[in-house]
C-alpha cells in the first residue's frame, strides 16, 4: 500500500473522491496526504448545515496543535446560519467582496490569536505560528470529514473588535467559512466561477527551500524534480 493510501480516511473509496467532478487535487509527485493533496478553498458553498458534531470535532482538532510553552493562544468566534442573528453579524465583520460567497457557507468562523502569555502577560511572538497551526489541523481534519473550508484575510478586525468586545491582548486574524462543496454556477461574479474549476498552483519547491545560504536551493530538492 502507498504512503498515499495508508494515510487516507478510511470512509471513502479513494477512487471515488477521484472521481468527483469539483476534485482540484494538487499533483501526486510526491506522497503527502491525501487530505492536504485534496483540499482547496471553495467560494461556491452547498445549501447544507454542518453538524454540531462535526463542527466540535473540527474544534477539537484544533484544540490539539502543538503551540510554544503550550500556551494554546488559538480562540475561535463561530457563527451557524440556523441562528440567523448570530450569522448576520458575523458576516458585518467580512469585506464586501467576502461576504457576497461567504454568506452562503453554513458556518462562519473569526480566528482571535491571544498575543500575550496568560502567566506574565509578556508578548506571545509565536501567537499568529500557533494559531496557524491550530487552523492548519483543523482544515486537514476538515478534509478528512469532507467538509471544505476558505479562510479569509478581507475582514474587518476592528469592527470584530468592538461586535464581539474583543481584550486589547487579542488580535482578530482572519474570517473562515466553512461547508460543503455547491455549485459555481451559484456565484455571481464570473472571474470567481472560473476559480472554483481552474487547477491550483504552487511556487516550486527550490524557490522555497534553502541550504547554507539564503536562497541556495537545498540539493536534495533539486535531486528530487531531477529524477521526478
Ligand atoms: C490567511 C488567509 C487569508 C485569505 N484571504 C482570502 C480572502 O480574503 N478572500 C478570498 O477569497 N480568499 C482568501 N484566501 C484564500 C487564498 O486565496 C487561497 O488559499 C489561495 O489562493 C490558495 O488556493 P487554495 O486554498 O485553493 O489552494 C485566504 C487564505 C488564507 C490562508
Excluded at 454540531?52 to 468566534?77: G, H, K, M, V
Excluded at 482571535?112 to 509565536?126: I, K, L, Q
Excluded at 496557524?132 to 476538515?142: F, K, P, R, T
Excluded at 470567481?192 to 481552474?198: D, K, M, V, Y
Aim: proline share 7%; glycine share 4%; aromatic share 8%.
Amino acid at each position: 500500500m502507498s504512503a498515499t493510501a495508508k494515510s487516507m480516511d478510511s470512509s471513502i473509496d479513494p477512487r471515488d473522491r477521484a472521481a468527483h467532478p469539483r476534485e482540484k487535487h494538487a499533483p501526486d509527485d510526491l506522497p503527502v496526504d491525501e487530505s492536504i493533496r485534496r483540499r482547496w478553498s471553495p467560494r461556491a458553498f452547498a445549501d447544507k448545515p454542518l453538524n454540531e458534531d462535526d463542527l466540535r470535532t473540527l474544534l477539537e482538532a484544533a484544540r490539539w496543535a502543538p503551540s510554544s510553552y503550550n500556551e494554546q493562544p488559538w480562540r475561535f468566534i463561530v457563527a451557524r446560519r440556523e441562528d440567523e442573528s448570530e450569522f448576520a453579524t458575523m458576516l458585518e465583520c467580512l469585506n464586501e467582496q467576502n461576504r457576497k460567497w461567504a454568506e452562503d457557507a453554513p458556518v462562519l468562523m473569526l480566528t482571535v490569536a491571544h498575543t500575550a502569555f496568560e502567566r506574565d502577560g509578556r508578548e506571545n511572538r509565536h501567537a499568529y505560528h500557533d494559531l496557524g497551526l491550530a487552523m492548519g489541523n483543523l482544515v486537514h481534519q476538515a478534509m478528512s470529514m469532507d467538509v471544505y473550508v476558505h479562510q479569509m484575510a478581507g475582514i474587518d478586525p476592528e469592527r470584530a473588535r468592538e461586535i464581539y468586545d474583543i481584550p486589547a491582548d487579542c488580535d482578530v486574524v482572519a474570517g473562515v467559512a466553512l461547508g460543503y462543496l455547491g455549485d459555481p454556477d451559484q456565484l455571481e461574479d464570473p472571474g470567481r466561477r472560473e476559480a472554483e474549476t481552474s487547477p491550483r498552483s504552487r511556487r516550486p519547491l527550490e524557490e522555497l527551500v534553502f541550504e547554507g545560504t539564503w536562497g541556495h536551493s537545498a540539493d536534495f530538492v533539486a535531486a528530487g524534480e531531477a529524477s521526478s
